[in-house]
């Protein structure tokens, strides 16, 4: 079968955020990508800025370089377009393409706004899309459903995850993403690394059937750090909360759960305590509990640098043991930021060469689309909605 042909958007020798070039190309570029796919346009803010990022990445001259939108849209030998742009771009660079019924792949947010949202997908499924909510899609993930569907634990009783975004600090944030401290922009630490997370532990365990939530910011006023990550004495000031904390019951339809069963979750934007993990998830069930442990909330990308362990307590024996994940083999040829990502491309790919059927798909070749952002998205506005009557705005 002919490869799809992938037009990125944001790919970029100047990029403040590197997600395009690390999260996607080594995939694109390996021999397991290039198997299913080919990377034949390149759009950015300009067709110059294009075609200087075609250069630096070595990328073919065939490939063609575009600096509009509609330009992209109309060109019809491109079936999938990659959107890496920052999260307030996402519906002006990939809309074009949806409308003109290319497959789009948007980097989550999908959007700076629930309403953004709706008017990108009308409200309708897009069976042809990725959103890249690829934490569900993560060893982790798939590794802790098959456990649970082995009844090791029984039914689950209740959830808790405690978690730090510690890419960044408490106290600073880079000048080349100053942005997460702009609510309106849309991408922050808690609609990103906490959406993230609590997109893969839903996906795991079940959506909420109601929650209670306060968020705080601790730290109103942070320092800017150079490009050399050296902190400077400029200040901006942040209306982002730092500091969420959430529970609510369980909603059935994914795990086995019990009655009433509590998920709890706290996220806190910064370091943790010294020494201890940055990530702690357990779910306890009616015969057993399981851990997982990492070094922060970004299961979905930047935390296989150090090891991640899931471990079991059988109530019944008292004894703990460690339950093993892997990798596939080819994805470990690949850098760990684009391995997961990687996986979402081989599972759409798949869908693309088998029939490209509507509605819903085994577990096991699932992958999320864009109607699954807008329903993570209209959670996000319940939250803010808590968040703005607690402080009364």
């Known amino acids: 079968m002919p490869p799809i042909r992938v037009a990125l958007i944001g790919l970029s020798a100047s990029a403040k955020v590197s997600w395009a070039e690390q999260g996607h190309l080594p995939y694109l570029h390996s021999p397991q990508g290039k198997s299913r796919y080919e990377l034949v346009a390149l759009l950015n803010s300009s067709v110059a800025a294009a075609e200087a990022a075609r250069a630096h990445f070595k990328l073919p001259s065939t490939v063609k370089a575009y600096g509009r939108p509609e330009d992209l849209a109309a060109d019809g030998d491109v079936d999938l377009v990659v959107c890496n742009t ?80 510690n890419l960044g600090r408490r106290d600073s944030v880079a000048e080349s993403v100053s942005y997460f401290t702009k609510r309106s922009i849309g991408g922050n630490h808690i609609t990103i690394a906490y959406a993230h997370t609590i997109d893969y532990v839903h996906d795991v365990l079940g959506e909420f059937d109601g929650f209670q939530s306060r968020m705080q910011i601790q730290r109103p006023v942070l320092k800017l750090r150079d490009q050399n990550g050296v902190t400077t004495d400029r200040e901006v000031r942040s209306d982002v909360p730092d500091l969420l904390v959430v529970h609510g019951k369980l909603a059935k339809g994914k795990a086995e ?67 093993e994940w892997d990798w596939q083999e080819w994805q470990k040829e690949l850098p760990y930021r684009s391995r997961i990502v990687a996986e979402l491309y081989e599972r759409f790919a798949h869908w693309w060469e088998n029939g490209r059927a509507a509605g819903d798909l085994p577990s096991e070749v699932e992958w999320p689309r864009l109607y699954d952002a807008v329903a993570r998205m209209k959670e996000f506005v319940e939250l803010f909605r808590q968040y703005d009557a607690q402080e009364g705005a």
């Open 86 to 165: 920052r999260v307030d771009t996402h519906v002006l660079t990939s809309a074009p393409s949806l409308r003109a019924g290319k497959a789009v792949f948007v980097e989550w947010p999908l959007a700076e706004n629930y309403d953004a949202a709706l008017a990108l997908t009308g409200d309708k499924r897009v069976d042809h899309s990725i959103i890249g909510l690829q934490g569900r899609v993560s060893p982790i993930a798939l590794k802790l459903k098959e456990v649970l569907r082995s009844g090791r634990i029984g039914r689950v009783l209740s959830s808790d995850v405690r978690t730090f975004a």
């Open 257 to 323: 759960i019990a009655e009433n069963a509590i998920l709890s979750f706290t996220f806190r934007s910064g370091q943790q305590f010294k020494g201890t993990p940055g990530f702690i998830w357990t779910i306890n069930g009616e015969k057993g509990e399981i851990m997982v442990t990492a070094n922060g909330a970004y299961l979905h990308s930047d935390s296989y640098k150090d090891p991640i362990e899931i471990k079991l307590h059988d109530h019944a024996t008292d004894e703990v043991v460690e339950i």
